[in-house]
């Protein structure tokens, strides 16, 4: 764990408070020390269907990914850091099979989440996993 850095869990964490969705859930992308990308869950009507859906925290993140631009053909997640956190009750918050696939195919090396208890009161960095993709 000695690349996760607690101050961007606690930051996904306060971002999270953002979310209008009940559970409140948002997401960093982190390269070299530096917020490269960052998204909440929000709730979203399909143009065609009408129907509401979640739009997840790590898809609005990985889809707002900021270029270097003195190197505009590089993926600018190559080797970064995804950080997915809820603030909340629930602090459960690996990310959904659909947003770890993008997370590979825009290379991300690694995901952070919390998984555990729901208990607030149990919830601290023993809770905290990630994951090497």
Known sequence: MSQIKIEFVTA???????????????????????VIGAGINIMKTHP???RRASYHAEFSALRRL???PSKPLEMPAKGAILYSFRNGFDKRSR???????LA????IKMI???YGSRDPEDWNMDFVFSERL
């Open 95 to 101: 990310p959904c099979s659909d947003c770890i696939q």
């Open 112 to 114: 952070v989440f919390s």
């Open 104 to 107: 590979k195919e825009k290379g």
């Open 66 to 68: 900021k270029r270097d």
């Open 12 to 34: 996904t964490i306060e971002m999270a408070k953002a979310s209008t969705c009940s559970k409140r859930h948002a997401a960093l992308v982190v390269r070299g020390n530096r």
């Open 48 to 50: 065609g269907t009408g």
